[in-house]
């Protein structure tokens, strides 16, 4: 998540305009809690709009995984915001505010924004918030031009965010895939000449190269990202490459994770998705853990992420993970 607090926010414009910093993509039909604890933004958590004749059915579930995701960030104020047409927000917001309401939480503001207009839901003076909206340009605000020069970034939408981690297609593919094959033999090569230990040395090997390349600003051959993929698939080297892991190795993972052969992608998504996760980029970290997943349904690791950011929880909370002698996860 973008440092929020850097970002000169002192209305409801500047919020809006600071939203797709924080989140790092322009958000869509969605609703989002934006939690305050003191002066500070701590946490935002988003979700998908329900289709209207489904907000019965949705709310309780989604209700208590925000109250909880502000709990965790010791959130005791709140500014809900819903994008997309009144139709779609509005039944979100008349359900979702009694609840945060009542579990002690203190809603600053609701707000919804349609066609580059916002309006609030609590605010009835219509000489700040009238019936018609409050049209606001985030490319004229100062929020834009300290976002972009503090090096945040916003992508068009979710999707985008998505695409910037799809699997490579084409020649690029095809080349990873026959180099994988490759990887896969001497695997089994080297795992009945030199036993796990040797494996296990080999992984380390690979992911030691592979730090340093893109610590050079280089990136992996086809053969050797193949190698390391398939190394990958052990756990104790994919917790290696964990434990060496860190926010500057968001370009690394994110690299290896697009160019991966597809049915490989589980450890090194969920790398991506534990480095993002560490740098505050939420949404990536989400995006990640969807890829690892549709990689592996049952990747323990992916899951275990992918609770505590729904729960708000701290990456420090896998402080100690992995250690020698623990079991993989």
Same mark, same amino acid.
């Given at each position: 998540?973008?440092?929020?607090?850097?970002?000169?926010?002192?209305?409801?414009?500047?919020?809006?305009?600071?939203?797709?910093?924080?989140?790092?993509?322009?958000?869509? $039909?969605?609703?989002?809690?934006?939690?305050?604890?003191?002066?500070?933004?701590?946490?935002?958590?988003?979700?998908?709009?329900?289709?209207?004749?489904?907000?019965?059915?949705?709310?309780?579930?989604?209700?208590?995984?925000?109250?909880?995701?502000?709990? %965790?960030?010791?959130?005791?104020?709140?500014?809900? #915001?819903?994008?997309?047409?009144?139709?779609?927000?509005?039944?979100?917001?008349?359900?979702?505010?009694?609840?945060?309401?009542?579990?002690?939480?203190?809603?600053?503001?609701?707000?919804?924004?349609?066609?580059?207009?916002?309006?609030?839901?609590?605010?009835?003076?219509?000489?700040?918030?009238?019936? $018609?909206?409050?049209?606001?340009?985030?490319?004229?605000?100062?929020?834009?031009?300290?976002? #972009?020069?503090?090096?945040?970034?916003?992508?068009?939408?979710?999707?985008?965010?998505?695409?910037?981690?799809?699997?490579?297609?084409?020649?690029?593919?095809?080349?990873?895939?026959?180099?994988?094959?490759?990887?896969?033999?001497?695997?089994?090569?080297?795992?009945?000449?030199?036993? %796990?230990?040797?494996?296990?040395?080999?992984?380390?090997?690979?992911?030691?190269?592979?730090?340093?390349?893109?610590?050079?600003?280089?990136?992996?051959?086809?053969?050797?990202?193949?190698?390391?993929?398939?190394?990958?698939?052990?756990?104790?080297?994919?917790?290696?490459?964990?434990?060496?892991?860190?926010?500057?190795?968001?370009?690394?993972?994110?690299?290896?994770?697009?160019?991966?052969?597809?049915?490989?992608?589980?450890?090194?998504?969920?790398?991506?998705?534990?480095?993002?996760?560490?740098?505050?980029?939420?949404?990536?970290?989400?995006?990640?853990?969807?890829?690892?997943?549709?990689?592996?349904?049952?990747?323990?690791?992916?899951?275990?992420?992918?609770?505590?950011?729904?729960?708000?929880?701290?990456?420090?909370?896998? $402080?100690?993970?992995?250690?020698?002698?623990?079991?993989?996860?």
């Amino acid at each position: 998540m973008t440092d929020f607090n850097r970002l000169p926010v002192g209305s409801p414009a500047d919020l809006l305009t600071a939203v797709p910093y924080l989140l790092g993509f322009h958000p869509t $039909d969605s609703f989002l809690t934006v939690g305050v604890a003191g002066a500070r933004v701590v946490v935002a958590g988003r979700a998908d709009l329900p289709e209207p004749s489904r907000v019965a059915a949705w709310i309780s579930g989604m209700a208590r995984s925000q109250i909880r995701l502000l709990r %965790h960030a010791d959130a005791t104020r709140v500014i809900v #915001i819903g994008y997309g047409p009144a139709t779609a927000v509005t039944p979100v917001m008349d359900a979702m505010t009694p609840r945060l309401t009542a579990a002690g939480l203190d809603v600053l503001d609701a707000l919804r924004v349609t066609d580059g207009r916002y309006f609030s839901y609590l605010c009835q003076d219509p000489a700040c918030c009238p019936t $018609d909206g409050v049209p606001f340009d985030p490319h004229r605000s100062d929020v834009t031009m300290h976002a #972009i020069v503090a090096g945040c970034r916003a992508l068009p939408d979710r999707a985008a965010l998505v695409a910037s981690i799809a699997p490579t297609s084409g020649a690029a593919r095809v080349a990873v895939t026959r180099a994988t094959v490759a990887a896969r033999t001497r695997r089994r090569a080297l795992l009945a000449q030199a036993g %796990h230990d040797g494996l296990i040395r080999a992984g380390v090997d690979a992911v030691t190269v592979a730090l340093a390349r893109y610590r050079d600003e280089q990136v992996l051959h086809d053969d050797e990202l193949a190698w390391l993929t398939v190394l990958l698939t052990d756990p104790v080297i994919r917790d290696a490459a964990w434990q060496a892991s860190d926010d500057r190795h968001v370009p690394m993972w994110t690299d290896i994770t697009r160019r991966a052969h597809p049915p490989l992608a589980a450890a090194p998504a969920t790398l991506l998705a534990f480095t993002a996760w560490r740098c505050g980029d939420g949404a990536l970290a989400s995006v990640a853990v969807d890829r690892a997943l549709a990689a592996d349904p049952d990747y323990s690791l992916a899951h275990v992420i992918d609770q505590a950011l729904r729960a708000g929880l701290p990456p420090s909370v896998l $402080d100690g993970w992995p250690h020698i002698g623990q079991p993989p996860l």
